[in-house]
């Protein structure tokens, strides 16, 4: 089917409000990761959902940052009381499997103001 | 550190020439893989090459894997000014699979 899709695209917010992000994987993927890229910087892991087992939550900054997985299918990335240093790209990627290739979508970017 | 560390950082070569870049890692992996980001395609799966293969092929790819030197090199055959683009090699522990890249190489194909 489709590519892994993410929503909204771009998202600017003011600092101090909370912004959801979203992510739909490719249908039959089991396991879903969530990166964040700042400008110039490489690739930062934040958490990964596999199936019905407990999330890799090892890689969230701090506890303004959560997510969820709903089964196999969406996820929702939040971010609460937003900060500029929160301000990055949002990538998601979903895989068949643990350690299987990753397929990302296009990112959301997340200004804070 | 878990990341695996490209060679070149920077690579700038014609359009037709091949292009090869490297990848070093520290400690025993399940596979490695291959990705390029470009601003236009975004972050996009190249090659996965497992730990009991030695090399493996896709289209103008050619990817091997020498895991008694704990190294990689992915070549490009070919190139084109689209392969312009950020190379990155991820080694994958036995840790959920998570992708931990490292600077990457830079690679500019002139037409």
Known sequence: G????????????????????RCDPISGHTALYWYRQRLGQGLEFLIYFQGNSA?????LPSDRFSAERTGESVSTLTIQRTQQEDSAVYLCASSPGLGFE?????????TVT | SQQGEEDPQALSIQEGE???????????????????QNSGRGLVHLILIRSNEREK???RLRVTL????KSSSLLITASRAADTASYFCA???????????????????KP
């Not at chain 1, 489709?2 to 992000?21: F, I, R, Y």
């Not at chain 1, 999330?55 to 890689?59: A, E, L």
């Not at chain 2, 020498?66 to 030197?69: A, F, R, Y």
């Open chain 1, 2 to 21: 489709a590519g892994v899709s993410q929503s909204p695209s771009n998202k600017v917010t003011e600092k101090g409000k909370d912004v959801e992000l």
């Open chain 1, 55 to 59: 999330p890799d939550k090892s890689g």
């Open chain 1, 102 to 110: 990753q397929y990302f979508g296009p990112g959301t970017r997340l």
């Open chain 2, 18 to 36: 091949n292009a090869t870049m490297n990848c070093s890692y520290k400690t025993s992996i399940n596979n490695l893989q291959w990705y390029r």
């Open chain 2, 57 to 59: 092929h896709s289209g």
């Open chain 2, 66 to 69: 020498d895991t008694s030197k």
């Open chain 2, 91 to 109: 080694p994958i522990y036995n840790q959920g699979g998570k992708l931990i890249f490292g600077q990457g190489t830079e690679l500019s194909v």
